[in-house]
């Protein structure tokens, strides 16, 4: 089995962190192939840079050169992953809506710590798009940008403080990291915290491995239906000429 885990920005340090994280647990004999955009944001803060990735990240997975069993959409609120879905014909798994989905068998109330306070709105409008929003107690900001997650210690002590926060005055009994550069940083922060960690990357490797197993993608009849059949200018734009 193969799955694409696709970061959404161009940082090629992040993506190998990302893979890393997914390699981590799935089982033996699932491949994990880490995919960097070709074309977009060093880190992905804001709504220009979300709806670039967007069509960055189809266009990585539409030029992918060899066959794949499934996709995962490496990026924490983003954008694009109906794009994903539409597109090709393998699982398509986006890790804030797989973070959530655990997040949920755990506890009754989560609290998401994400990065840039400017973030936290987009991470609602997913959570709200997904249907996942009753569930969610809060949405918190670190103050780090993405690019400062390089500097774990610094990451890791700044999701303890908002963490910490959130379990006394949201009243969370699971704490979600809500960024793909806090992959592999779960399981520390689990033992130090003393409450469920969840994070999305992880998540999504293993429900993708789960789907893929099971035989089942994407429905195809309606809302993921193919892009219908016309002139598309310059795409895709990895090798438009």
Avoid at 89 to 98: C, G, I, L, R
Wanted: glycine letters at 6%.
């Amino acid at each position: 089995m193969k799955i694409l885990a696709v970061n959404v920005n161009t940082t090629a340090a992040m993506s190998e962190q990302i893979a890393d994280a997914a390699r981590a647990v799935v089982r033996e004999g699932t491949e994990i192939v880490e995919v960097t955009p070709r074309v977009g944001a060093e880190s992905v803060e804001g709504n220009f840079e979300s709806y670039l990735c967007a069509v960055a990240v189809m266009d990585s997975v539409a030029t992918y050169p060899d066959a794949f069993d499934a996709v995962i959409q490496c990026g924490f609120g983003e954008h694009g992953v109906e794009g994903l879905r539409e597109i090709v014909d393998v699982p398509v798994v986006d890790m804030t809506e797989a973070a959530a989905h655990f997040a949920m068998l755990l506890g009754n109330r989560f609290t998401i710590v994400t990065t840039l306070d400017r973030a936290v709105p987009l991470i609602e409008e997913r959570l709200l798009t997904f249907g996942l929003d009753r569930h969610c107690a809060n949405v918190r900001s670190t103050s780090l940008s993405v690019l400062e997650l390089e500097d774990q210690e610094r990451a890791k002590e700044a999701i303890r403080e908002q963490a910490r926060i959130a379990l006394v005055e949201d009243h969370a009994e699971v704490i979600v990291l809500g960024c793909g550069g806090m992959a592999g940083l779960d399981r520390e922060l689990t033992e130090q915290l003393n409450v469920p960690v969840v994070e999305g990357v992880a998540c999504a490797a293993l429900l993708a491995q789960d789907l893929v197993d099971l035989g089942l993608t994407t429905s195809k009849i309606r809302t993921y239906a193919p892009p219908r059949p016309k002139r598309v200018v310059n795409w895709p734009i990895s090798r438009a000429k």
